[in-house]
């Protein structure tokens, strides 16, 4: 599948590099594609991936992974081309500056918000419970961790769990896009006990059942 990474961070690496290894191919998009900064990350991605600017990696990808900060996602959205029938994969956690909380929540979430940003694209929130550590290896001992998605597009949603299959987590189904308000206060509980609680970032929810 064509995939734009927008975004080469901690989360943008992680997936991109990982998804191109398993012969996608990967679009980063980033402010300034002429830079020599990227060499490495194309070296580790491989021959699938290639670096543009962000408008031009959105309208190449048939999904496009927001892994940028949520302060900027409103602007960055704004500067894209048409979004008709791409998926948009939502991970942003909307936190506090301290880390400590959510910008919003209850009565909406940031996927909702982006999916009003972005009415003529297919919004499905996923990836933002999972650390880029776990993205980069999500085995924990003989067990993959677990990596919730929610949305309200059944395609696009079996598009996620075949992207996220690819990286060998273990995909579940949260339900529909309005969800995503469990998904991100459940993602600052991570951030809460990986940061503040001792845990780091080499760990992860899994879902058990009898
Ligand atoms: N880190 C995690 O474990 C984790 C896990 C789940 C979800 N998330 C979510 O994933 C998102 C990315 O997190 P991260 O940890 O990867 O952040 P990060 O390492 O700080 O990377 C952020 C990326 O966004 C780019 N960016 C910033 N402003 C931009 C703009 N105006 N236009 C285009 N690109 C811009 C940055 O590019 P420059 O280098 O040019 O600044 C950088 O490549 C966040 O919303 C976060 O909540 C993170």
Redesign the pocket.
């Known amino acids: 599948m064509d995939i734009a990474v927008?975004?080469?961070?901690?989360?943008?690496s992680a997936l991109g590099i990982r998804w191109a290894q398993k012969g996608h191919r990967v679009f980063y998009?980033?402010?300034?594609p002429q830079s020599e900064e990227f060499q490495s990350l194309l070296d580790r991605s491989g021959p699938n991936a290639a670096v543009m600017s962000?408008q031009d990696a959105a309208a190449a990808g048939q999904a496009v992974l927001l892994?940028?900060?949520?302060d900027?996602t409103r602007?960055?959205l704004d500067s894209l081309g048409p979004l008709n029938d791409k998926i948009l994969i939502d991970?942003?956690?909307p936190?506090t500056g301290n880390l400590k909380g959510l910008q919003l929540g209850f009565a909406t979430s940031a996927a909702e918000q982006i999916a009003q940003w972005a009415p003529t694209a297919t919004v499905v929130k996923a990836?933002?419970?999972?650390?880029?550590a776990t993205m980069v290896n999500p085995w924990y001992r003989d067990q993959p961790a677990t990596m919730f998605y929610c949305g309200d597009d059944e395609a696009a949603k079996a598009v996620i769990r075949q992207l996220t299959e690819d990286l060998e987590l273990e995909p579940v189904d949260a339900g529909p896009l309005v969800n995503a308000r469990q998904l991100e206060p459940l993602?600052a509980l991570y951030v809460y006990l990986a940061i503040f609680g001792g845990w780091g970032?080499d760990c992860a929810f899994k879902i058990v059942k009898r």
């Open positions: 927008l975004g080469t961070g901690r989360v943008g998009g980033v402010r300034d962000v892994a940028i900060p949520w900027v602007e960055v991970c942003i956690n936190l990836f933002n419970t999972v650390s880029d993602a970032g």
